[in-house]
């Protein structure tokens, strides 16, 4: 993964400080048993690691590229495994170990085609047949800030949607179509819906979730 997809500067400064509020409904995830191994892929501070124990889930494991992130959410959650990742997307599992991986706002940090895409086929390597991605993250907004500077971005970038934040970060916003697209190949999409979410830097943004099954 490029410096451009990976940003480890960024979460080991800036970052680090930085706090994630996109909700998950574990109603989709009621097909798993309680057994079930799951990975939280940019798990960031452990949030949604910690809420999938307390939920009953028993095999559940962390995986961030920023030591600062995964020192937090090991601090926060010293009953919980976590892990970091030196060689971003690649996993440490053999292929079809993993029962569901959750992936939440983790794209928006992943701005290139080819960023995303290695991604999502490092998490089907390890899926499981029918193993669920539950995917959440972060839509084109509509309002006049973010189109100013989707559009000032553009081409430097290649991509309409992704945009420097003022503390250094670069990110990207999608529309529901790309993120549907991303999966077309692997998976089958069961459940969509949209939602409100915070940002990390506190602006309210429509956001899209996703689960889907590999096939």
Known sequence: MSELDNQRHFWE?????KTFTHPIDFAWLS????????????????????????????????????????DKARQRHPTLSFRVLTDPP??????ASVDAVLLFAVLTCVPTDVGQQQLISELTRVLRPSGLLYVSDLLLQTDQRNQARYQQH?????????????????CR?????????????GFTIHTTRQ???????????????ILAAKR
Request: proline share 3%; with cysteine.
């Open 31 to 70: 097909r798993l048993p309680s057994t079930a191994r799951i990975i939280d892929y940019g798990c960031g501070y452990g949030r949604i690691t910690g809420l999938a124990q307390q939920h009953g889930f028993a095999d559940v494991e962390g995986v961030d590229t920023s030591v600062r992130l995964i």
């Open 173 to 185: 916003h999608h529309s529901v179509d790309r993120l549907r697209n991303l999966l077309l190949d």
């Open 154 to 170: 553009a081409e430097t970038y290649g991509n309409y949607g992704v945009f420097e934040t003022d503390d250094g970060a670069i």
């Open 195 to 209: 939602i409100t979410v915070e940002t990390m830097n506190a602006n309210s943004a429509a956001a899209l979730q």
């Open 90 to 95: 690649a996993l440490p599992y053999p292929d």
């Open 13 to 17: 400064t800036a970052g680090a400080a």
